[in-house]
Structure formats: C-alpha cells, structure tokens
C-alpha cells in the first residue's frame, strides 16, 4: 500500500463515520463542531494556558512576566474581537438570505445559526479577555468556567441524542467497524513489523473487534475506546494486567 493511498482509502470510513454523526448525533455533532471552529474560543483557552504557571505557581513579583502576561490577554481579546465582528458581517448576510429565501434551504439556516453562535462565544472570550488584561488570575479562572459549563452543555446534547437512538447507533458502529475492518487491518499490518503484528497487534484487534461487536450500549463502546487509548497494543494479550 503506498504512501498516496491511505487517504482514497480512509475516505470511506471518513464518510461513514460522518454521515453516523449527522444521522444519529446531530446536537452533540454540531455542538462539538461549533466549538471546535471558534477560533476566539482557541485564542482565549490558549492565552490562559500560557498564564497558567504564572498566575497560579510563580511566587514572587516580576514587572516583566506581569506586562507579558497581560499582553498575551490582550492580543487574544484583539483576536476574539475581529472574530467576533467577521462571524456577525457574515451571520446578517446568511440571516439576509434565509428571510429572502423564507428560511426553506436547512444548509443556510444552519449556517446562519452557527455563525450567530460564533459572535456569542467571540463576546464571551473578548470579554473574559479584558479581565484577563486586567488581571491573568481571574482571565484563567473564568474561562476554565467557560470550558466546564460547555463541557456540561455538550454532554447535555449527547445525552439527549443517545436517549432517542442508542440501540441503532450501537447498531451503525458495528456495521461500519465489520464494513471497514479490513482497511484497517491492512493498514497496520503494513506499517508493523511482522513478528509484532502477529504477537501483539493481531490479539489486539481481535480482542477490539469481538467487544465491538458484543457491545450492548453506547458506554461499552465509549469504554473500549478508553481502553485503546490507555492500553494498546496490550489488549488481548496476557501482557495485559486487565486479562489476568
């Protein structure tokens, strides 16, 4: 398989994957993916997490680390606010064309409320940005408020989508992970060496594959993906503390 290929390949899986998202976890899909686009959103959480060891570790008073700190709020709250004025020139034109348009067409309507979504949270960020100009310790402390309340506010929504079909979902990832298992499978295999692959690798997607497919709910999928993540390639294997 060579190095072009992966992504023909994959993009299969990409849209299988992508269509579950939309069919079966359209509130939380759509949250998530609004709050991963904010970029005032990613300008503030990345200005606090490099005031982080400032505001809550230093000792000490240092002028310099004190005017540093304060600059980095305030280039994020300059940046939250171009945001904030681009997503609302483009919200009142979508809004334009959904009143010309009678609010018919879905795909405008949902970018229209996404973009209004986006000036939200780009007052919200420039805002806790010029407390964070104002002082760094109350910048960080209420935007890790911010990110807790949206958190709880995403997993609301995937609570709400999983309570109408969770059976089908489970359903649909058993089908996409028996439709596309031997992508990946092929990929791996490629880019391991054999002696791993047939120790270490081949138990280890076996012991994937049978717990997808026996998974009865959601939290038996969302707890095998915890396990892959803290665990592979030791699953399925007596290597595995888990399997003694």
């Not at 960080?140 to 995403?154: D, P, Q, T």
């Not at 990832?173 to 596309?180: E, I, P, Y």
């Not at 497919?213 to 294997?237: C, E, N, V």
């Amino acid at each position: 398989m060579s190095s072009a290929q992966p992504l023909t390949v994959f993009s299969g899986l990409l849209g299988s994957i992508h269509e579950g998202l939309n069919k079966y976890l359209p509130e939380s899909s759509d949250k998530g993916r609004v709050l991963a686009e904010s970029s005032a959103l990613f300008q503030l959480s990345s200005a606090s997490l490099k005031n982080v060891a400032y505001a809550f570790f230093e000792k000490g008073f240092s002028p310099i680390q004190m005017l540093a700190s304060r600059i980095t709020f305030f280039e994020a709250g300059c940046m939250s606010l171009a945001s904030t004025m681009v997503n609302l020139f483009i919200a009142l034109v979508y809004t334009g064309l959904c009143v010309t348009t009678l609010g018919i067409s879905f795909g405008l309507r949902s970018r229209c409320k996404i973009h209004w979504m986006h000036v939200m949270y780009g007052v919200v960020a420039t805002a806790i940005c010029a407390c964070g100009v104002l002082s760094p310790y109350y910048g960080i402390g209420l935007n890790g408020y911010l990110v807790v309340s949206e958190i709880r506010a995403f997993k609301y929504c995937y609570q709400k989508d999983i309570s109408r079909k969770e059976r089908l979902l489970v359903e649909y990832v058993q089908q996409v992970a028996k439709d596309h298992r031997h992508i990946m499978k092929q990929f791996i295999e490629a880019r391991t060496d054999r002696w791993i692959y047939d120790d270490q690798i081949q138990p280890a997607l076996s012991h994937i594959e049978g717990r997808i497919h026996s998974a009865k709910r959601m939290k038996d999928l969302t707890t095998l993906a915890s396990d892959i993540f803290y665990q592979w390639p030791k699953m399925g294997t007596s290597d595995n503390p888990r399997n003694n």
